[in-house]
């Protein structure tokens, strides 16, 4: 019985994610939400079906009831989070809440797979992240004024990351954790949405030569400390932002040349001066001949996405704790590995939608502030998943980021609910601007009628 269990509702997992990603990108055929309400209806007729079918196959290996509770209870909080943004916010977009709903329900099964304390725990980070993201988009809107504190922003982007870099303490190697009260947490993630919001503000109002030298000083300044920190993928993340929104806001192309070509020579210097780079890079181009040192992890990843097949070993099936540090760095593999390339595919696809409905939602924002900012979110959400499956699938060398709301990480997940929190913020600023806009050519009408 168990066995077929297991086996029937391997396919409806896959299945059942297959639909869902295909309305994800569905979505973009109309062009406002009202007509897209039928598909945020079976997208999430199709997350629930996802959900059930996987915790039917842990129940079903581990025979263990508490996990009937937690379906229970993750799916009233699903429930609730969709229901309420979309009356809370009916002008928002639903597509990020769920996406954003689907891929922490994949976190959550994959990480309590692994660790049933750690999947508590990111459970409950990721509900109190949810409450703090309801209010968000309404202070967004709100707190107009925000979008003129670039300089500050910049101000305390800079002294947290150097408070880190002078009292932080070193976890895998890097030196990027800052305990207090017992409690844990990695600044340089917070960090990143103030660092967006600096090059937005700033770049959004004044775009000359002068304006662009200082802040890209102060932007090298950023990802110097993160280098120091031994933080290559956040300093990579903070690097490829800046260019893009650079682009963004002035349009040229010289930048955006001038700009990789930097990082290119940069590359090759951190690669002469830092040995953990050096190792990385070693471990990534033959990971074979090291297999019982630096390139354990690598080869370990690469059995686990090969092994599962199409379909994946069930949950249960695999070995996803052979792989050292498998809840942050290399969740794309774990679920490879159980859920099958399927599933795995389809998680890479619904990051994508995301990422293309922000930059959407970033061209229709009339605020150069809002426009530069969703460019920034979403250059930093689709940059970061890139740096994780490429380096769990041995396509780039290791950076050690995690897989944005899936992998475990309580201060990575709640960074990113807060990022797109901010996106549906700006989705506020975008109908207020067409409302604004109505009235004024409804004046317009009226005064030539007078006339």
């Known amino acids: 019985m168990e066995l077929y269990l297991t086996e029937i509702s391997k396919y409806v997992i896959a299945g059942s994610m297959a639909f869902y990603t295909i309305f994800s990108f569905l979505v973009f055929m109309y062009k406002g939400e009202f007509r897209r309400k039928w598909i945020y209806a079976i997208q999430t007729v199709f997350l629930f079906a996802t959900q059930f079918a996987c915790f039917i196959q842990i129940i079903a290996q581990t025979g263990s009831k508490r996990y009937f509770l937690l379906l229970m209870i993750q799916s009233l909080v699903l429930i609730t989070t969709i229901s309420l943004f979309r009356l809370v916010y009916p002008d928002g977009n639903r597509l990020l809440i769920n996406n954003m709903c689907m891929l922490l329900m994949v976190g959550m099964i994959m990480i309590t797979r692994i660790s049933y304390g750690k999947g508590i725990r990111q459970f409950v980070i990721a509900s109190a992240s949810i409450v703090i993201a309801f209010i968000i988009p309404e202070v967004i809107f709100r707190m107009a004024f925000l979008e003129r504190w670039g300089w500050l922003f910049a101000g305390a982007g800079l002294v947290i990351l150097l408070i880190l870099l002078i009292y932080g303490s070193v976890a895998n190697g890097s030196k990027i954790n800052f305990r207090i009260a017992g409690l844990s947490f990695q600044p340089q993630e917070m960090v990143k949405l103030i660092y967006v919001f600096f090059i937005a503000s700033i770049l959004s109002r004044k775009n000359d030569f002068k304006t662009v030298a200082v802040v890209t000083f102060l932007a090298a300044a950023h990802v110097i400390i993160l280098v120091l920190l031994k933080d290559l993928g956040s300093a990579l993340i903070y690097f490829v932002v800046y260019i893009c929104v650079l682009f963004v806001a002035t349009g040229n192309a010289l930048y955006l040349i001038s700009g990789f070509g930097s990082g290119a020579a940069a590359s090759v210097v951190a690669y002469k001066i830092f040995p953990h780079i050096q190792q990385r890079v070693s471990a990534w181009s033959d990971p074979w001949t090291q297999i019982d040192s630096t390139g354990?992890?690598?080869?370990?990843?690469?059995?686990?996405?090969?092994?599962?097949?199409?379909?994946?070993?069930?949950?249960?099936?695999?070995?996803?704790?052979?792989?050292?540090?498998?809840?942050?760095?290399?969740?794309?593999?774990?679920?490879a590995e159980e859920l099958g390339i399927i599933f795995a595919s389809c998680v890479i696809a619904i990051c994508v939608s995301t990422f293309l409905m922000i930059l959407l939602e970033a061209y229709k924002i009339k605020s150069n502030f809002g426009k530069l900012l969703c460019v920034g979110l979403g250059v930093m959400y689709i940059f970061q998943v890139f740096l994780t499956v490429g380096g769990d699938s041995k396509f780039i060398p290791l950076t050690g980021v995690t897989l944005p709301l899936v992998s475990y990480g309580g201060t990575s997940v709640m960074v990113t609910i807060i990022m797109l929190a901010l996106v549906e913020g700006q989705c506020l600023v975008r109908t207020d601007e067409r409302y604004q806009e109505y009235l004024k050519r409804k004046r317009e009408k009226i005064n030539e009628g007078k006339q």
Request: aromatic share 18%; proline share 5%; net charge negative.
């Open 296 to 335: 354990y992890q690598v080869t370990q990843s690469l059995f686990a996405i090969s092994g599962g097949g199409l379909w994946g070993l069930g949950l249960y099936g695999g070995t996803p704790t052979s792989i050292p540090y498998v809840e942050e760095d290399f969740m794309f593999a774990a679920i």
